[in-house]
């Protein structure tokens, strides 16, 4: 590690072509991507929506249904970012070495990473709304306020996106993006408030879960579901923002370490 | 057009670039050549500014490196030597998402790209995809790619590698058309022919530092005996503890092969005519003999 990884970034305008590129591949695929980055979470809402939904009372003074499709809309967007900042960004960082290529053009490992994060978020954007749009056709919700969560899904993504592209620089193979899953994504979905209410939890775990990004992104748009303002929403987006810096300064740290040896 | 002064760089405690001066003029092709591991990629990651050095300065094309190195880049074209082509796109797309990057507007890169393509022969081709390329016509794509931005000044990372002769051919001939339009060249490569055929001047690199610089005939002049008789055989190891010291100003010996360096071979090969368990060729002197002797038989890994 040199102190000049620890510089302030350096981003050009170019790095909107970087994004275009990833664009432009997705373009290809769309259609079977955003299928297989939405059939899950479908899934897991739907069928434990009305299936365990049906056994329960109302949780939290709403429908089961309409409580866990607030989640699902979280839980879509951090997997989504979550996968396309691992699995697609360890390919072009480390097996295609697009990185590399574009490297060798005026633009810096910088651009790369911010056009990454940002890519990240942009996809992960359409898995957040395509459940946004289930809630307004099934007619969960009728609130207008569910629109501020359109600019949320974009928060939520750009968090994800950039710690997911820290564990994409430490990572020697793809293997290694089994910890991360086990150990940060499915902790989150299990503490974190998507299938049920966080108070359920012992307070230690309440207190872990209050530390946890996902938890924060949650207590946003839940209440934007159910037609109300989020309290603290200056607080959450606050953490949801300290993450998001805080995991792209260190993936670009880790990647500069990594390939501008 | 690239000049490196006291250029050093040590990973831990291994030096790996040793004070390295360097000076490409306008126009010229000039080769890099080491075997594996001499330092010739990270002398030209150094350049690119990709990594910063430990001592010495670096202007590429005007610039200081690696403060200004994204300027810099701009009026360069760089062929990597592992192929780093988007396999996602087409050889259209290839080009015309690589000439975005720098800041080119798709009309400009689209007037350009059948004149590309056609330079690497890749007429028709421009709808393949990747994986349908052979290995020649992907490094010739890499070119082409390089090309895009038209550069004043091209990196070349052992162009030829993994070709067949008529890829690597073409690849030269094409090389040599670029330097013939005004562009220099940089490259590396540890073929000698490749390096003879093409380079104005080089530098053989060996751990770390430039151990001799000039033109092919120079180096060859200068560093090694003008004649070689190379002897084959059972008979030569024994060939050489008689003749070898009498009439080779130099000799060396690997298995059952002895290169016998000379100023004058007739002697040599007085001695050999006639002997049953020997075979022999003579020739002159060539790059590779001055490489050999700089750098050694030692297998490099």
């Known amino acids: 590690m040199r102190a000049k990884h620890f510089a302030a970034p350096r981003i050009s305008t170019r790095f909107g072509q970087v994004w275009r590129r990833n664009f432009l591949v997705w373009r290809k695929l769309a259609i079977p991507s955003m299928l297989g980055n939405l059939a899950d979470p479908m899934l897991y809402m739907l069928g434990l929506g009305y299936g365990l939904g049906g056994l329960l009372p109302q949780v939290d003074g709403i429908p089961y249904i309409t409580f866990l499709a607030a989640g699902t809309v979280c839980y879509s967007t951090m997997n989504s970012a979550s996968f396309e900042a691992l699995y697609s960004g360890f390919s072009r960082m480390h097996v295609q070495r697009t990185w590399d290529a574009i490297m060798n053009a005026p633009l810096n490992l910088d651009d790369i990473v911010l056009a990454e994060v940002a890519w990240a978020a942009s996809k992960s954007f359409l898995s957040g709304i395509a459940i946004l749009v289930i809630i307004w056709a099934l007619g969960l919700s009728h609130s207008p306020l569910t629109l501020w969560i359109v600019p949320l899904t974009l928060l939520i993504g750009l968090t994800f996106g950039a710690l997911g592209l820290t564990m994409t620089a430490l990572a020697p193979s793809y293997d290694f993006f089994l910890y991360y899953f086990t150990l940060a994504i499915t902790p989150m979905v299990l503490l974190c408030g998507v299938f049920f209410p966080v108070t359920q939890l012992p307070p230690l775990l309440q207190q872990v879960s209050a530390a946890l990004p996902l938890t924060h992104a949650i207590d946003l748009v839940r209440p934007l579901v159910n037609g109300a303002v989020p309290q603290k929403a200056a607080l959450h987006i606050a953490v949801l923002l300290g993450y998001a810096a805080a995991g792209f300064y260190a993936a670009l740290v880790l990647t500069r370490r990594r390939l501008l040896q | 057009m690239l000049s490196l002064a006291g250029v050093r760089k040590s990973y831990g405690a291994h030096e790996v670039i040793c004070g390295v001066d360097l000076e490409l003029r306008a126009g010229e092709c000039y080769g890099l050549l080491g075997p ?39 009026r360069l074209g760089v062929v990597p030597q592992l192929d780093n082509l988007d396999p996602d796109f087409t050889v259209l797309e290839n080009l015309l998402v690589y000439g975005r990057y720098f800041g080119m507007r798709d009309d400009a890169i689209e007037a350009r790209i059948p004149h590309l393509l056609e330079f690497a022969g890749l007429e028709g081709r421009a709808r393949s995809r990747i994986q349908a390329l052979s290995g020649g016509m992907k490094r010739r794509l890499s070119l082409a790619r390089a090309l895009v ?7 070349l990372d052992e162009p030829t590698t993994g070709l067949d002769p008529q890829a690597r051919h073409l690849i030269w001939e ?12 940089l490259l590396t490569t540890h073929f000698m022919d490749e390096a003879e055929r093409l380079c104005d001047r080089l530098s053989v690199m060996d751990h770390g530092r430039l151990i001799i610089t000039g033109t092919p005939q120079e180096l060859i002049a200068n560093h090694i005996e003008p004649q070689v008789v190379e002897v084959y055989g059972e008979g030569a190891p024994g060939w050489a503890q008689v003749h070898g010291q009498r009439l080779c100003q130099r000799w060396e010996r690997t298995g059952e092969t002895v290169f016998c360096y000379t100023g004058d071979g007739e002697p040599v090969l007085r001695t050999l005519e006639g002997q049953r368990d020997v075979r022999y060729l003579h020739r002159r002197a060539n790059l590779e003999d001055v490489f050999l002797k700089l750098t050694g038989r030692d297998l490099r890994d």
């Open chain 2, 36 to 74: 594996n591991g001499a330092g010739k990629t990270t002398t030209l990651r150094l350049a690119l500014g990709l990594t910063d050095p430990d001592a010495g300065r670096i202007t590429l094309l005007g610039e200081p490196i690696p403060r200004r190195a994204r300027e810099a880049r701009l």
């Open chain 2, 149 to 155: 931005n038209d550069p004043d000044l091209i990196f």
């Open chain 2, 174 to 185: 094409r090389l040599k058309q670029l330097v013939a339009q005004g562009k220099t060249i």
